[in-house]
């Protein structure tokens, strides 16, 4: 019997936040493959791998795949290649296949790219929803997000000062993530909307790591990290 490949959000980052039905997913499992980062050669980290040995998969079943981090996608778009190529194998054998998603599968995930190539080969796949970081990032500030009419606004990565004062200035909530690639973007929006609260995280989901703030004065001192985010409310 073959068994549609499951992508499986497992939540920003606290093992708690992962959903019932992907805990379960996870558990029947044969092989799970989790994205990783080389820090030196035989060395890898996986913000995945450690929310999987939380939950207490089995770390046999846990398969680490590289994804190099450059600007150029190239290599990195070849390790989805491999990886794609690689699940096929364990899906014609007849082994039910997970790959560990952080945050939601469908929301900004570059393990898409793993997912289309399955598709064109004629794998079939089912996503299993989960929560984004900027929705764990709301409760722990203890935040409504959005209420009654109120549009939300998601930017990820590299917007211009003018945009995002636009996109405020319409009234809108507006959620920034990837902030280490539009810090001085914020950082100057800061003055520019004395009137609006800026409410900014770093590593929401770990706990000996998490950070949070409407401090102004200490969000411009800061350096953001790879995992931080802001959201920006009137």
Same mark, same amino acid.
């Given at each position: ?23 379960? /997913?996870?558990?029947?499992?044969? /092989? ?5 980062? !080389? ?14 040995? $939380?939950?207490?998969?089995?770390? /046999? ?7 190099? @981090? ?24 007849? @082994? ?40 764990? !990032? $709301? ?9 009654? &009419?109120?549009?939300?606004? +998601?930017?990820? &990565? ?25 810090? $001085? ?18 590593? +929401?989901?770990?706990? $000996? ?13 800061? /350096? ?11």
């Amino acid at each position: 019997m073959l068994h549609p490949v499951k992508f499986v959000s497992l939540g920003p980052g606290e093992a708690e936040l992962i959903t019932v039905k992907g805990w379960k /997913a996870l558990l029947s499992a044969q /092989a799970i493959y989790c994205p990783a980062t !080389c820090l030196s050669p035989g060395k890898m980290t996986s913000r995945g791998a450690a929310i999987l040995a $939380e939950l207490q998969i089995e770390p /046999a079943k846990i398969k680490l795949f590289p994804v190099p @981090m450059s600007k150029d996608r190239e290599a990195a778009m070849q390790a989805y290649k491999e990886t794609a190529h690689t699940i096929r194998q364990n899906y014609q054998e007849g @082994m039910q296949v997970a790959v560990a998603v952080e945050g939601d599968a469908g929301f900004y995930s570059s393990t898409h790219y793993i997912m289309d190539e399955l598709k064109e080969q004629g794998i079939p796949v089912s996503q299993i929803g989960g929560i984004p970081a900027f929705i764990a !990032c $709301e409760a722990k500030a203890g935040i409504h997000l959005v209420k009654q &009419g109120e549009q939300l606004v +998601v930017i990820p &990565g590299r917007v211009s000062l003018d945009e995002l004062v636009k996109e405020i200035r319409q009234d809108r909530v507006v959620v920034l993530m990837k902030t280490s690639q539009c810090e $001085e973007t914020i950082k100057q929006a800061i003055p520019a909307l004395s009137d609006h609260t800026f409410h900014y995280f770093e590593n +929401v989901g770990l706990r $000996e790591k998490e950070f949070y703030t409407t401090d102004k004065k200490q969000i411009v001192e800061r /350096a953001f990290p790879y995992f931080s985010l802001v959201i920006i409310h009137s």
